[in-house]
């Protein structure tokens, strides 16, 4: 298979032909090709790449112009260091290097290690991702580091964890969807989140399957689907109860295989047969005609999904709530056989990879986890330090923003707080909930350091700002929604001014004591991700550039013997759980895995966990004061916090600004018409939009999306109670009221 891998790209290629890579943004990562034309935005033509498996060619709206954020029209080419002035100027690159490197340090002579924070970005590649990690425990010494990624996937992820024992979002490739029966699709708009994507679900309709999307609003996705239910934000996992207490009582249950593969079914059952489908109708505003539907129709499929995206997720119960659809496919025997089981759609564009490598709290390359004595014996040999010098697992990421600054009375009641911030791909003034309480928090800092590649809302903020390199401009590997890694191959040279976020790792290392340990070459810190990943949960020991560019992306686990340590607890065999005939095995290695579990689940014993769960209301339900509920959410032409795209044009023109959805009734009762600004109030503040008048929503919710700061940012308003388990936040359902503005 390695004979016609394509060669990679050098400089010399990149500056006349067309160079294979993907679109920056989110976890589809659609294969595009860049042809140098100097006339185009960021001097860059997007091809078309057809023979990419995932979109074949298809992008969105922001995928096609990511391109024109290349330009150093609107980027950041320039260190920015605040001077006396109060205001952020330009600096050299030896300036504000020696700068940080001075500022990280201080804090931690004066305060300790865990003075310093790091927080990374699910959008950062596995190779930033696992150095950032490892620039954290080694170089800064600190247990503080977490990511926005603990505000996307983390629910899916421990839910996933504990019944499967691994955690890989889609445990299969999206190409099954077409030719399984039946799929239910709990709160995901994926026709304007992943607009390629809706291909799959069109194909699966063509041929005869159905789908059943669940979601408070009509969305364009909720158009397409057979069924739509409509629950109030927040009763998912009631809704996912009532549904199996329905199989159960109808008998729809699949015995044998809950006896050869499962454990734990009394106690999930018994906890299911509370949940009456007359009170889950009452919890959830769904008829019960529609829940039966909805498990006649799962049900009746020989080959059935559920896939669940940040609706049920972002919430307080997350956990709790994939759980309870986790449970359902088990006891209808879905998980482990083919074109069926349970998935998570990942969001950011290395939401996957970012979350395996070790810039999350708790953990180590190769998904291993920070509090295992083998894992932490493992990886430290592959970084030459001793075992007990890794600090042991941190805050999580609302937790870690909440624990910034230490000004005033905050001094005496945080004694613990984080006085230093390393932020790298993220923009939390805008992203993370109850924004203004982290905006002040990140005020009271005593040293912000940003890395960006544009001067986001979070980066004005900051005391030294670092402009680095992205995408289209540097080579590197991230892991796509199904659990492929594939190769983003820079394709341009970057602004002059601009340096990858490896370099400055290893300028900052090198100034804080380590000469040796962080490579700037992607390839070099891959084929060390590989030794480090060995063996963990995640294993990537099998991939290398090569292989991926000519495989069109390979799955992990994708183990490699001959890297693998002697024992590491808890590891699984992942060879173990592939063996699908279309998995071909080959003297070139381990094949890589696009479908998991087909013949054992990754826990000890190999058998999948139903978790006993119950409903429970939502963090904050609506009462006289604040008696309607608040989503949020995405829109087709903004990501994320808005940073990139709100830099587009055409995707402003499309997308121009923030709107509060609601029902005509509930605007006629306000007294408030269409476009004119409505004020929503919840317990954390108070923001400002024009509405949006929309007949596709539920009479009780209103909706906004987050992508924008000031007036209109959505999360002023939302709710940081945080998930036990994932320690996500509820951005998914919070009580606020209207009021004319
Ligand atoms: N255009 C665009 N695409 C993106 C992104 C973006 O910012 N913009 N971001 C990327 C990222 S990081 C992510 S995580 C994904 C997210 O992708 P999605 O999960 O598809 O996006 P959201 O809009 O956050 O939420 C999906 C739906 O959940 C519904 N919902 C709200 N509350 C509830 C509830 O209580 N229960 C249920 N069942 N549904 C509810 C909302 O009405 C919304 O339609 O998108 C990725 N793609
Ligand atoms: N109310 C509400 N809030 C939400 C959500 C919701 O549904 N509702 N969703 C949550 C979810 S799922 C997510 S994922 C978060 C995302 O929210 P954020 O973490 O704010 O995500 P982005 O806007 O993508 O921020 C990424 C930043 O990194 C920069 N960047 C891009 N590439 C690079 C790079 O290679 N290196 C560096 N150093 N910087 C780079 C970008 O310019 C941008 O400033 O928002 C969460 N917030
Ligand atoms: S769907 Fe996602 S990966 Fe594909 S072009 Fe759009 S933003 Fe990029
Ligand atoms: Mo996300």
């Known amino acids: 298979m390695n004979a016609d891998a394509p060669a990679r790209e050098t400089g010399e290629t990149r500056r006349t032909r067309t160079t294979d890579t993907h679109c920056p943004y989110c976890a589809l990562q659609c294969g595009m090709g860049l042809r140098p034309e100097p006339a185009e935005p960021g001097g860059l033509l997007v091809v078309e790449r057809s023979a990419f498996p995932v979109n074949k060619g298809a992008l969105c709206g922001k995928g096609r112009t990511a391109p024109s954020v ?118 995901s708009n994926l026709a304007e989140t992943m607009p390629p994507a809706l291909r799959y679900f069109t194909e699966l309709r063509a041929n005869g399957g159905r789908l059943i999307v669940i979601d408070p609003r009509r969305t364009r996705t909720a158009e397409q689907a057979d069924l739509h239910l409509t629950p109030r934000p927040g009763t998912d996992l009631a809704l996912a109860l009532g549904m199996l207490h329905l199989v159960v009582a109808e008998g729809r249950t699949d015995e044998a295989y809950i006896a050869a593969r499962t454990t734990g079914w009394p106690q ?9 489908p007359e009170l889950v109708e009452r919890i959830t505003g769904v008829p019960l005609p529609q829940l039966r539907a909805a498990v006649r129709m799962f049900c009746e499929a020989e080959h059935a999904m559920v896939l669940t995206a940040r609706g049920p997720e972002q919430q307080a119960k997350g956990t709790d ?51 295992d004595a ?44 984080v006085r230093a911030l390393l932020l790298m791909a993220s923009n939390p003034v805008v ?83 380590w000469e040796k ?48 340590p002697g024992t590491v607890s808890g590891a699984g065999t992942p060879g173990e759980m592939n063996d699908d005939p279309s998995n071909d095995h080959s003297a070139a290695g381990h094949p890589g895995t696009p479908r998991m579990f087909l013949d054992r689940f990754a826990t000890p014993d190999g058998r999948a966990r139903f978790l006993p769960v119950s409903h429970r209301p939502a963090a904050e339900e609506p009462d006289e004061e604040y008696p309607l509920l608040l989503t949020t959410g995405r829109v087709l032409a903004q990501y994320q916090s808005g940073a990139q795209t709100r ?52 009479q009780d919710t209103v909706f906004m999306p987050f992508h924008w700061p000031g007036e209109g940012r959505a999360n002023t308003l939302t ?10 936040p509820e951005f998914k359902v919070c009580a606020v009221r209207l009021e004319r503005a």
């Open 374 to 417: 083998a894992a932490r014996e493992h990886v430290a040999r592959v970084w030459g330090v001793e075992p007990d010098s890794l600090p042991g697992p941190g805050r999580s990421a609302y937790e870690l923003l909440d624990a910034l600054g230490a000004d005033g009375d905050r001094a005496a009641q945080r004694p613990d707080a």
């Open 70 to 187: 290349l330009s150093s029209r609107v980027r950041l080419v320039r260190p920015l260091i605040r001077r006396a002035s109060g205001r952020l100027e330009p600096a050299s690159w030896e300036e504000a290097l020696d700068r940080v490197a001075e500022g990280l340090a201080a804090t931690r002579s004066a305060w300790g290690a865990d003075a310093v924070g790091v927080f990374g970005g699910g959008g950062l590649t596995n190779e930033k991702a696992y150095t950032l990690g490892k620039f954290a425990r080694l170089v800064l010494g600190t247990s503080q580091i977490d990511y926005n990624g603990r505000f996307c996937m983390s629910s899916a992820a421990a839910a996933g964890t504990k019944a499967f024992g691994v955690d890989r979002g889609l445990p299969f490739p999206l190409d099954d969807i077409p030719r399984t029966g039946c799929v239910i699709l709990v709160g």
């Open 517 to 564: 340990g962080f490579p700037t070459d992607p390839e070099e810190v891959f084929e060390e991700l590989r030794r480090a990943s060995a063996g963990g949960k995640a294993d990537y020991s099998g991939i290398t550039y090569r292989r991926i560019l000519a495989e069109d992306g390979v799955f992990w686990p994708c183990p490699d013997p001959s890297l693998a």
């Open 719 to 728: 709710n940081p109670a945080l998930d036990p388990t994932s320690r996500m």
């Open 268 to 276: 999930a059952r018994a906890a299911a047969m509370a949940h009456w």
């Open 647 to 698: 830099l587009v044009d055409s995707l402003n023109e499309a997308a121009p600004g923030p709107f509060v959805q609601l029902h005509p009734r509930l605007a006629e009762k306000l007294g408030a018409a269409e476009g004119e600004p409505v004020a929503v109030v919840s317990r954390r503040g108070r923001a400002v939009a024009p509405a949006r008048l929309s007949r596709d929503i539920r």
């Open 431 to 513: 992203s993370a909930p109850r924004a203004a309480h982290v905006e002040e928090r990140m005020r009271a800092l005593d040293f912000l350091v940003v890395c960006d590649v544009v001067l986001s809302e979070s980066a004005r903020l900051a005391d030294v700002v670092l402009p680095v390199t992205q995408w289209a401009e540097e080579t590197g590997t991230m892991t796509n929604l199904e659990g492929r890694v594939i190769l983003r191959q820079q394709a341009v040279e970057p602004p002059e001014g601009c340096r990858s976020d490896l370099w400055v790792m290893r300028e900052l290392a090198a100034r804080m004591g």
């Open 321 to 371: 709530t994939v759980s309870a659809w986790i449970n359902l496919c088990l006891a209808t025997g879905r998980p482990g056989r083919p074109l069926s089981g349970y998935g998570c759609l990942t969001g950011q564009g290395n939401g996957q990879g970012g979350r395996e490598h070790g810039q999350k709290a708790d953990q180590l390359p190769g998904y291993r986890m920070l509090a």
